[in-house]
């Protein structure tokens, strides 16, 4: 997910989000955070997952994994911040089980 993305889930700004991160930049190892190259950010905008590359900021997007999605609650102490990241890890559970579940369907 991109960091604008995961900062309305929070109900945090972008800016905000992206600060906390980069003071605990430690609780984010590689395969839980990355910035995006500006090939990616191409495809993103090509791809119509954001509208512009104005949308993004001045600054380079993160991108998070599931990883760090769930570990954003540890840098985000906000109460709105636990119970989106309860949503969020059952939301990607719940797709878990949709794509499980479509291997299975087209065995």
Same mark, same amino acid.
Do not use: W
């Given at each position: 997910m991109l960091d604008v993305h995961v900062a309305e889930l929070y109900g945090v700004e972008t800016?905000?989000?992206?600060q906390a991160v980069r003071?605990?930049?430690?609780?984010?190892?590689?395969d839980c955070m990355f $910035?995006?190259?500006e090939e990616e950010i191409e495809t993103v905008v090509s791809q119509n997952v954001i509208p512009h590359k104005k949308f993004l900021g001045a600054s380079i997007p993160f991108g998070f994994t599931e990883t760090g999605v769930?570990?954003?609650s540890s840098v985000l102490k906000s109460?709105?911040?636990? $119970?989106?990241?309860i949503a969020i890890m059952r939301t990607f559970i719940a797709l878990r089980k949709v794509v499980a579940n479509y291997k299975e369907i087209c065995r």
């Amino acid at each position: 997910m991109l960091d604008v993305h995961v900062a309305e889930l929070y109900g945090v700004e972008t800016r905000v989000l992206k600060q906390a991160v980069r003071r605990n930049r430690s609780n984010f190892p590689d395969d839980c955070m990355f $910035e995006l190259t500006e090939e990616e950010i191409e495809t993103v905008v090509s791809q119509n997952v954001i509208p512009h590359k104005k949308f993004l900021g001045a600054s380079i997007p993160f991108g998070f994994t599931e990883t760090g999605v769930a570990m954003l609650s540890s840098v985000l102490k906000s109460a709105s911040a636990r $119970e989106m990241n309860i949503a969020i890890m059952r939301t990607f559970i719940a797709l878990r089980k949709v794509v499980a579940n479509y291997k299975e369907i087209c065995r």
